[in-house]
């Protein structure tokens, strides 16, 4: 299966794109920029939109996702928009029980901890995900040159949270379930990756041009576990995109231990988070992996000028690189000020690339 004529990445909308270039170890003529999570609760526009509107009814419906993914690219004029969505998506429109609880986060009616209860998780079906395609199609019209970025949830992430049945802050569910019932831990995971690889291919079918997939909770496994335990699922999470034409990138948090393992899985980009700088990340990885990353977060509420020199800074560590897509180190926090972001954007773009 190849992408369509009218895709943006065939008839070259997006395919010459300082992003595309970048993420495929080209030198761009200006250095592309966006941030993790520049949709949503740091913008007062995304605020508005959402009065009244749960999460997973936000992000199935198509219209409001759509707005939702194209605001931060009106305001901060970024060189890539991501698909607004949530990575208990793929779980939802299959029939899992999920919601996203204000305050607290996606929490399932049923932990799913058995080899009887994966065998009781429904399929997610090819027509279940329409709502995605029309979102993305809707974005895309929209976004003209700028390309669309999908997004999923890896395997153990997803699968930490049905383990759990909510956010865990050391996952010790999925993480004794891997060593004490492997069989059900590797039915588990398949079933996820086969979940985000579908989500994935629709956003990509319907017309985004690179693919994101987001490791949240791997940071807390080693690479004996991640090798022997999550890799094979995020291998085949991948294998449902792979071969498109579309870039992809791997992004964890704590996750400098295991970066080569993730780039391993195989993606053309690994992003990595505030805690390694970037110049050692392009060492571990051997200097052919284009990178993205990878401003600390925590530096958007500093003063400006100790802002500018961590972004220059940042900027300076990735030189080395094969490529490089400037982003922060994990997502915009909610009480960021947006003027910083877009002041942000107008410094990275004023650096010669």
Known sequence: MTFSASHPLVDGRTSDSPLIAAYQGRRPDRRPVWFMRQAGRSLPEYRKLREGTAMLDACLDPGMASEITLQPVRRHDVDAAIFFSDIVIPLKLAGVDVDIVPGVGPVLGSPVRTA???????????????????????????????PLIGFAGAPF??????????????????????????DAWGALTAWAA??????????????????????????????????????????????????????????????????????????????????????????????????????DPALLSAPWNVLEEHVRSVLSAAAGAPGHVVNLGHGVPPETDPAVLTRVVELVHSVAP
């Open 116 to 146: 009887a209860d994966v065998a009781a998780l429904p399929e997610l079906t090819d027509e279940a995900l329409n709502p995605i395609r029309e979102a993305v199609g809707k974005t895309v019209a929209e976004l003209g040159s700028t």
């Open 157 to 182: 992430t997803l699968a930490a949270y049905m383990v759990e049945g909510k956010p865990s802050r050391d996952h010790l569910g999925p993480r004794t379930m891997m060593h004490a019932d492997p």
């Open 194 to 295: 086969d979940a985000s690889g579908k989500f994935l291919r629709a956003q990509l079918e319907a017309g985004a041009s690179a693919a994101q997939l987001f490791d949240s909770w791997a940071g807390s496994l080693g690479l004996a576990d991640y090798v022997n335990h999550v890799a094979p699922a995020s291998r085949r999470a991948l294998d449902h995109v792979r071969g498109l034409g579309a870039p992809l990138i791997h992004f964890g948090t704590g996750t400098s231990e295991i970066l080569v393992a993730m780039h391993d899985v195989g993606v053309d980009v690994v992003g990595v988070d505030y805690r390694l700088p970037l110049d050692e990340a392009n060492r571990r990885l051997g200097g052919t992996v284009p990178l993205q990353g990878n401003i």
